[in-house]
C-alpha cells in the first residue's frame, strides 16, 4: 500500500485520547490527530520522529493525522489503526495471504448480530467472517493486542464464536504495523477477559491469524504471517 507524502515532526506529548502535540520542521508547534483508541505504549515517547498527513480541507480542529512513528530500534510503527482492514483487503486481492486466498468474494462492514463484522469473504462453496484487528505494540519480537481494555473487541470475538457454533467459517485476524514483531499473542496484563474469549472461541472452531507489516514512510505491506501463541 502507497503512503501519501508525509510531513516529518517531532512528538511532544499525547493531549488526550485522539489528539497529541507535535512539532513540525520549521520549530512550529502543531497538534495531530491520533487515529487510534489504543495507548500506543512504546510507541509515542517525547521527542520521537512521527510522520504526519495533512487533512487538507477538512474541518477538523487538527490539522494533521499522525501515521508513523519511529520506533528506539530505528524501524517505523503506523499508529493509523483503520490501515489493518485496508491492508488485510489489499493482500486479499493479491491472493498474498495462504490461508484466504480461495476467497474471490469481499463485503465489508456485514451486519450480525447488534453489531457488524468486517468481512465477510465467500467463493461457491463457503463463506468466511473475519474481524482484523491492529496490533502495535511489541515486546522482545512479540506482538500483543489490545493495549488498552477492549470490551468491543471481546463481543467481536463472541459474535465469531456464534457463528463457528453454527457451522460457519470464523476468523480472527491480527494485523503488526511495524516489522519487529515475530508472534503473536494477546494482552493477558491489559485485558484478562479478551484474552480468555480468545482462547475459548479458538477453542470452538475460530481461526486466529496473524501478520507482520514492512513499513516505510513511502509503503506499508504485510510482509508474512507470524504464529498466534495463545
Not at 101 to 127: C, M, Q, T, W
Not at 178 to 187: A, E, I, K, W
Request: hydrophobic share 40%.
Amino acid at each position: 500500500m502507497n503512503l501519501p507524502e508525509l510531513i516529518p515532526a517531532e512528538f511532544i506529548k499525547r493531549d488526550n485520547r485522539f489528539r497529541a502535540g507535535v512539532r513540525l520542521a520549521d520549530g512550529d508547534l502543531a497538534t495531530a490527530h491520533v487515529p487510534t483508541t489504543g495507548r500506543l505504549t512504546g510507541v509515542l515517547k517525547p521527542g520521537c520522529r512521527v510522520w504526519l498527513e495533512p487533512a487538507g480541507e477538512s474541518r477538523r480542529k487538527t490539522p494533521y493525522s499522525l501515521v508513523l512513528s519511529e520506533l528506539e530500534t530505528g524501524s517505523l510503527c503506523s499508529v493509523k489503526a483503520t490501515l489493518a482492514n485496508r491492508l488485510f483487503e489489499e493482500a486479499l486481492q493479491h491472493r498474498a495471504l495462504e490461508a484466504f486466498k480461495n476467497y474471490d468474494r469481499v463485503e465489508h462492514e456485514v451486519p450480525i448480530g447488534h453489531s457488524r463484522l468486517d468481512f465477510r469473504l465467500a467463493n461457491r462453496e463457503h463463506v468466511c467472517w473475519v474481524e482484523v484487528k491492529s496490533v502495535t505494540y511489541a515486546e522482545d519480537g512479540m506482538g500483543k493486542f489490545p493495549d488498552a481494555p477492549t470490551a468491543r473487541g471481546s463481543k467481536h470475538l463472541e459474535e465469531l464464536g456464534q457463528l463457528a457454533a453454527l457451522g460457519e467459517q470464523a476468523c480472527v485476524v491480527f494485523v503488526a504495523q511495524r516489522p519487529d514483531v515475530l508472534s503473536f499473542t494477546p494482552f493477558t496484563d491489559i485485558d484478562p477477559l479478551f484474552t480468555d474469549t480468545l482462547r475459548h472461541v479458538c477453542a470452538g472452531g475460530v481461526a486466529a491469524h496473524a501478520y507482520r507489516c514492512e513499513v516505510s514512510i513511502y509503503q506499508i505491506n504485510i510482509a508474512e504471517e507470524i504464529p498466534v501463541i495463545l
